[in-house]
């Protein structure tokens, strides 16, 4: 039965050590899609940004073009009052200077009354002058418009390129994850299956401080004194590091169970004062984890494969 087990131990190792891979994998992923997740919100508002800013342009070229009819018609309203009076004064021309003077009862009179045609005169002037320049000041503004018109319509354009990219993305990566999902799930079971009929796999070290077999003896112990499964703990420390003590993980997790620093640290943790590559103290610290009940929340997916069955 021995023999059997050894010669089983380098291909559950290597299920393990690939285990291991797409686990990280998984995370890796799980983080980009996280990310990507942040980044097609703000993109979202970004572009919501820029499609309430062309409509507000827009809603001013509409403005704009308004005011311009209506000083149009006031300018030209104030032509056709101007050629009327000039009309008038060219019926009137053969009125002298003292047929205008004789009108007068005296000449306090006379002086107030042409003193008020020259200023209805000059008023005509002002307002026509006036009209003009609101007109070219909203001609000027029309110009202005259109030109911030075309910038907007070209930043909703590219908000929506933003959007459809990170989409995109999001989308590859997402299906990146659910085949790694798949491998994972599909390399636990053959671990599992290879794993059934003969119990843990007890392979001793050949090096000193290393292998897998002797974590066994110590995992019998601490999860017997907390109360939780010894093979459920082994399970989960060949699939988390095939049983390595030293390894570090991409993500930055470290040894048999692979805790990272800050968790490892928490005062949760008596065994904290111990290096986190410490493969016995690792061990207590899981099983205490375990009998408090964070399995699922800390090494999910690995907790439910490994104690699936048990």
Known sequence: MLAVAALAAPAVSARAGQLRADRQKAH??????????????????RFARA???LHAVRTQIRDNTRLQRVARKELDLAHATLSIRAVALYKHDDVTALDAMLTADDFSELVGQLSMMRRIARGDRDVVSTIKRIERQLADRATSLIADERTAVRLVSQRSAELKTIRAQLSDRRALLAGVRASIRTD?????????????????????????????PLIQSAASARGVSARGMYRLMMI????????VGPGGYYGLFQYAPSTWKGSWNPFRSSSITDGAAQIKATALALSRGHGHAWWDPSYSWAFEGR
């Open 28 to 45: 890796a992923l799980a983080v980009e899609i996280s990310a990507l997740d942040a980044r097609i919100e703000a993109a979202v508002q």
């Open 240 to 247: 988390e590091s095939g049983g390595s003590a030293s390894i």
């Open 51 to 53: 499609t309430s800013s």
């Open 188 to 216: 636990a079971a053959r671990q599992e299956r290879a794993m059934s009929d003969e119990g843990p796999i007890v392979q001793p070290s050949t090096e000193t401080g290393g292998g897998q077999g002797q974590w066994w």
